[in-house]
């Protein structure tokens, strides 16, 4: 059973950094692709940013230059550094695992989500 859970989220003005970390069961980083997504009140969830197995990482256009997804296998964790945070990223942030690059319906595996608040 895969278990995921995201910690790191808090309120922070714009143009702040967060740093998201999601702590994974078992050698669940190492064997399956992971992601963020995000889910703002009233929208979809959507994709953020991806990481393959082999490391190679994938972005959303709204975060590239931005964000930066990374994981440490020896600590079994995926990490999503934030930086330049604008009001418009204020969501609920999820960890996923198992899917295919930022396709949603294609992630088995989730987390219970980190709130980020941007404040103008």
């Known amino acids: 059973q895969v278990q995921l859970v995201e910690s790191g989220g808090g309120s922070v003005q714009s143009g702040g950094s967060l740093r998201l970390s999601c702590a994974a069961s078992g050698n669940t980083v190492s064997k399956y692709s992971m992601a963020w997504f995000r889910q703002a009140p009233g929208k979809e969830r959507e994709g953020v940013a991806a990481?393959?197995?082999?490391?190679?990482?994938n972005y959303a256009d709204s975060v590239k230059g931005r964000f930066t997804i990374y994981q440490d296998n020896a600590k079994n964790t995926l990490y999503l550094q934030m930086n330049s945070l604008q009001p418009e990223d204020t969501a609920m942030y999820f960890c996923?695992?198992?899917?295919?690059?930022?396709?949603?319906?294609?992630?088995?595996?989730w987390g219970q989500g980190t709130q980020v608040t941007v404040s103008s």
């Open positions: 996923a695992a198992g899917g295919w690059w930022l396709v949603r319906d294609t992630f088995p595996y």
């Open positions: 990481i393959s197995k082999l490391g190679r990482p």
